[in-house]
């Protein structure tokens, strides 16, 4: 094994535009969609960006050919997703951006990431690897990672809490660890794959100075259902596989009982577990 | 009478809770059928009829240990075998999975998180860090539903009637990533997390020392949770972690004990019937959705309550 056999790396990163979670979110209209204003790039996706920044900066970065193409689906304002991306240290950027798109469940969502990863894949040569993050911060379901493996016949590595590329016979291979409920596994896969990861990967970078001008430069390339050939009629609300039928905040909690402790209060606390029947 | 397909990832007995609740929510929609992702031993049908399953699919030969995709594949045989009229799972990150690649495979609509299930197939689930809750509906294909614990009372069991057992040939599951190694957790002997009637949990206040969360925790009957900051100090392993990245709960009763509250948090834990907040800031977040409070030290308080449950029940 050579240090030259070391081969490039094209990484697609999906980046997603999402409402604030320290702001009040709210479900609105017909479709009982979440009103978008005050959006950020989804936290949970900065750590895949930085896994796939460290990834390709251990091989060189886009000196040596590697790439790191943040891919954002989502409405006009979406693109900010994107060009947070590009100040935080993505290469390039990719806007997917159409209006048959509003309302998409997972499965259209995930049609739609599949067609724009072959089209990228089309335009620069095959994607090694597509990253995401564990989860959207909005809606929090973590279906689209799978299904885009599905959909894209990738090997899929998902929540990944510590991820590295090792060349195995001048081979790339990523290898990872997953945390499940009861045990910890280490998984491999050959390339291309499909990777989630979590919170624990690592800890993602702020943008600086130097990163928000450079970012002014870097390439951002705006694509339409037409442009990767998906029939609109399969994606959005129309195309959804599931619909929402009915949505209501839940009820606020009841102000509660607050007490400074007086000495006893380890002793109030049984006697109100007593009095609910908890204990 | 349609039936449901319940997926089950169970290696061995005792069939844990979760699964009995699964079982118990398709009888109140159709007939339980079941696909095992573990060929059954006798002992495991006898226990599946009793919990009402009439039928059960389980793979030819063991399947391949890969990362979800021979899993996603089995499950999507056994329902074109079966054609039943919706598919239940559990709701873990890999039955979550399963549930999405056999959607995709399947052509039918998944929904996650359901805490109820109406025999017309709507579907309850709780949204954005459980501040709203909807109403879904699968609207093409077989209903795919994963089902988070706690959200129905399994059934008693019943007289076992004769169970029919399908052989499901194992089909390719494509490229996948291969398990390499697997390593237990330590057992506690405490209940899981997320099936928990009683959890304690402790946060950057506990600085270290975890040990007046566990003896509460034990004291009730409960499991330990934690706060991202608690897990990330290395206190409490990060199975333990509750919350948007960590687990979501929805126990009787939620003690939390040195968290500020964050939203973060809150997204695992506000569901749950009763919350005890113990906190030595009065303006922690934590307290405009605690049920009782105490401003106050966990280290006196905490201590202070186990010694009273001592007393009582001496
Ligand atoms: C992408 C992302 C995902 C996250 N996911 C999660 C998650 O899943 N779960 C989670 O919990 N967090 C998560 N967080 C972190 C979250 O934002 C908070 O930082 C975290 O919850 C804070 O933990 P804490 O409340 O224990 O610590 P702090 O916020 O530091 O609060 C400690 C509290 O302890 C109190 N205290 C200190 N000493 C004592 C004492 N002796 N007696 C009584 N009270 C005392 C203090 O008053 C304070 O309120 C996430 C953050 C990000 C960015």
């Known amino acids: 094994m050579q240090e030259s056999a070391t081969h490039p790396l094209n990484i697609v990163v999906l980046v997603k535009h999402v409402p604030d979670a320290q702001f009040d979110r709210h479900l609105t209209g017909p479709g009982h969609t979440l009103n978008r204003a005050e959006s950020i790039l989804s936290e949970l996706d900065e750590y895949a960006l930085e896994a796939a920044l460290q990834l390709a900066e251990a091989r060189g970065g886009e000196a040596a050919g590697n790439r790191v193409t943040a891919l954002a689906m989502g409405p006009a304002a979406a693109v900010n997703a994107v060009k947070k991306s590009l100040q935080i240290g993505a290469y390039a950027g990719v806007h997917l951006n159409d209006d048959a798109l509003a309302g998409s469940d997972a499965a259209g969502t995930s049609l739609a990431l599949a067609a724009a990863v072959r089209a990228i894949a089309d335009s620069q040569g095959p994607v090694d690897l597509v990253i995401t993050g564990m989860a959207s911060t909005d809606g929090e379901t973590s279906l689209v990672p799978a299904q885009l493996a599905e959909r894209l016949q990738l090997a899929q590595v998902t929540f990944a809490s510590e991820l590295d590329v090792a060349d195995v016979d001048g081979v790339p291979v990523v290898k990872a660890r997953r945390d499940g409920d009861s045990f910890t596994e280490t998984v491999e896969a050959p390339l291309p794959a499909l990777v989630s990861v979590t919170d624990q990967a690592n800890s993602p970078r702020y943008p600086n100075f130097k990163g928000i001008m450079a970012a002014k430069k870097k390439p951002v390339t705006v694509l339409t259902l037409a442009e990767i050939g998906v029939d609109p009629a399969q994606v959005g609300f129309d195309g959804a596989w599931t619909a929402v039928a009915a949505s209501a905040p839940r009820p606020p909690r009841s102000q509660g009982t607050i007490i400074t402790d007086d000495g006893t209060a380890g002793v109030q606390l049984v006697e109100y577990l007593a009095a609910q029947k908890l204990i | ?57 389980e793979p030819a030969g063991e399947l391949d240990t890969v990362l979800v995709a021979a899993k996603a594949a089995f499950l999507a045989d056994a329902a074109n075998a079966e054609q039943p009229a919706a598919i239940l799972l559990g709701n873990s990150f890999e039955d979550r999975e399963i549930a999405a690649r056999a959607g995709i495979k399947l052509g039918s609509g998944v929904i996650t998180d359901a805490v109820a299930v109406a025999p017309d197939l709507a579907v309850t689930k709780s949204v954005l860090a459980g501040s709203y809750t909807s109403t879904c509906r699968v609207r093409t294909g077989t209903p795919i539903i994963t089902v988070k614990a706690n959200s129905v009372e399994p059934a008693p069991e019943v007289p076992a009637t004769s169970l029919e057992r399908v052989e499901v040939p194992l089909s390719a599951a494509g490229p996948a990533a291969r398990v390499t190694g697997r390593s237990g957790k330590r057992v506690s002997g ?19 020392d975890f040990g007046p969360v566990e003896e509460l925790a034990d004291l009730l009957g409960g499991a330990v949770g934690a706060s991202r900051a608690a897990t990330d100090a290395g206190w409490i392993e990060h199975s333990a972690q509750v919350g948007q990245t960590g687990k979501t709960v929805s126990p009787q009763l939620y003690i939390s004990a040195g968290i500020s509250g964050a939203i973060q948090q809150k997204a695992g834990m506000q569901t749950a019937k009763v919350i005890v907040a113990v906190n030595k800031d009065a303006d922690a977040p934590v307290f405009e959705i605690a049920d009782f409070g105490i401003v106050g030290d966990v280290f006196s308080v905490l201590p202070q309550a186990a010694e009273e449950i001592r007393k009582r029940r001496a």
């Open chain 2, 190 to 208: 405490r209940p899981e997390l997320a099936e928990a009637r009683v959890i304690v949990a402790g946060g950057r206040g506990m600085d270290g």
């Open chain 2, 1 to 57: 009478m349609a039936s449901v397909l319940v997926f089950l990832d169970v290696p061995a007995l005792p069939l844990p809770r979760a699964a009995r609740e699964l079982l118990t929510l398709a009888r109140t929609v159709g007939e339980p059928v079941v696909a095992a992702a573990h060929r059954a031993e006798p002992a495991m049908l006898e226990a599946l009829a009793a919990n009402g399953a009439v039928k059960v699919y």
